[in-house]
């Protein structure tokens, strides 16, 4: 089974803080993506990785960067937190463009 | 129009009987189509792939895919009070894109 682990369930940050948000997965694949989900607007696609060091932007990556140092691990990074990044974070990864999505736990970012 | 539509609910259905959850999607060119349940406060889990039109089966939950009417659905036969969640289409355009899209989902209420 793919396994995929968001290193918190929950967070609470401050406005303006840089927050950090861990993803590894283990199964050597090759995809990783971050979604935010919130109320009424489905999933939307922060960023994603198809090969370590190589990003794309997704429909929504203004204020959030990503790094993707090893295959295993993809990282969001918000710069300077806002109170509108307040959301539910879901990584998830695939080996290839045809084969569904698997998602880590999720996490619960609230921004005060 | 939306690229993948899903009724948004709730569907209410009665312990036993089959829920049926619809979807249309936008772009003719769709290759993979997927299901995923999501209960509430939690991630994704994937339901079924299916990539090929007709049917597909997997213990109560089967789904079918018609794409000259761009459409795919889930049937969730013996419908159980546990299948209360959100169902989430998620279609992916041709291999060599990112685009995973996602509809808004539908909730399921199975009354006991």
């Known amino acids: 089974d793919v396994k995929v682990t968001q290193s918190s369930r929950y967070l609470v940050k401050r406005t303006g803080e840089k927050v950090f948000l861990e993803c590894v997965q283990d199964?050597?694949?090759?995809?990783m993506f971050w979604y935010r989900q919130d109320p009424g607007l489905g999933l939307r696609l922060i960023y994603f990785?198809?090969?370590?060091?190589?990003?794309e932007k997704g429909d929504i990556p203004e204020g959030y960067s990503v790094s993707r140092e090893k295959k295993e691990r993809f990282s969001l990074i918000l710069e300077s937190a806002s109170t509108n990044q307040t959301s539910m974070y879901l990584c998830?990864?695939?080996?290839?463009?045809?084969?569904?999505?698997?998602f880590g736990n999720g996490t619960r970012l609230t921004v005060t | 129009q939306k690229e993948v539509e899903q009724n948004s609910g709730p569907l209410s259905v009665p312990e036993g009987a089959i829920a049926s959850l619809n979807c249309t999607y936008s772009?003719?060119?769709?290759?993979?189509f997927f299901w995923y349940r999501q209960y509430s406060g939690k991630s994704p889990e994937l339901i079924m792939s299916?990539?090929?039109?007709g049917d597909k089966e997997d213990g109560r939950f089967t789904a079918q895919l018609n794409k000259a009417s761009q459409y795919v659905s889930l049937l969730i036969r013996d419908s159980q009070p546990s299948d209360s969640a959100t169902y989430l289409c998620?279609?992916?355009?041709?291999?060599?894109?990112?685009?995973?899209?996602f509809g808004t989902g539908t909730r399921l209420k199975v009354l006991a």
């Open positions: 998830a990864s695939t080996a290839d463009m045809n084969s569904p999505l698997h």
């Open positions: 199964m050597d694949h090759e995809n």
């Open positions: 990785s198809y090969d370590v060091k190589m990003k």
């Open positions: 772009d003719r060119v769709s290759q993979s």
């Open positions: 299916i990539y090929s039109n």
């Open positions: 998620a279609v992916n355009m041709a291999s060599g894109t990112y685009k995973y899209i």
